[in-house]
């Protein structure tokens, strides 16, 4: 897992080298973003919480494919493990989807253009099932619209690192 992050860390630095982008200038490292990144992260955290005791049956779906399949990954990695695929999930996808992605589509296709081509390539990464890529999706436009708001990148990456890291100890401390 932490190679797959490591390889879209690099995709994203050799994206950005090639078409001129520096989307680590976006990170603005500064107590607001700090702040802004805890703030997106609660809509997350309401949504997931909605999913745990949702009984739609697409709902339960998910969650049996996540217990079955998801889980017993993570498992294995332990709590430092967990930490760093988190850590990389959320500083690379973001470089990658909003950074480099998001960013340097925006000129030429707009903001929504280049919000949706990005989400897109964002669930397609994550399509292990129709609904989690739906799913992932629609996160994908809200921590793109959380970027573009706040102009920093550093809030969609605090943001997508804390709710990664939560999700997945409250799935392993609940096995």
Do not use: C, N
């Amino acid at each position: 897992m932490l190679t797959f992050e490591l390889g879209l860390g690099i995709l994203a630095l050799t994206l950005a080298w090639l078409f001129d982008l520096q989307p680590w200038l976006e990170l603005r490292p500064d107590i607001k973003a700090l702040l802004l990144g805890l703030l997106t992260l609660f809509p997350m955290l309401l949504g997931f919480y909605w999913m745990t005791v949702s009984q739609a049956a697409w709902v339960t779906e998910l969650k049996a494919f996540v217990e079955r399949l998801i889980v017993p990954v993570f498992s294995r990695i332990g709590p430092f493990g967990i930490f760093l695929v988190s850590l990389g999930a959320g500083v690379f996808e973001e470089l990658l989807f909003r950074g480099v992605i998001q960013a340097g589509l925006t000129s030429p296709l707009g903001l929504w253009g280049a919000l949706i081509v990005a989400s897109l390539l964002f669930g397609l990464a994550h399509a292990m099932t129709v609904t989690y890529f739906v799913i992932t999706f629609f996160m994908g436009i809200y921590l793109g619209l959380a970027y573009h708001w706040s102009g920093s990148l550093l809030v969609p990456m605090l943001a997508h690192f804390l709710y990664d890291w939560l999700v997945l100890h409250y799935y392993l401390r609940k096995r």
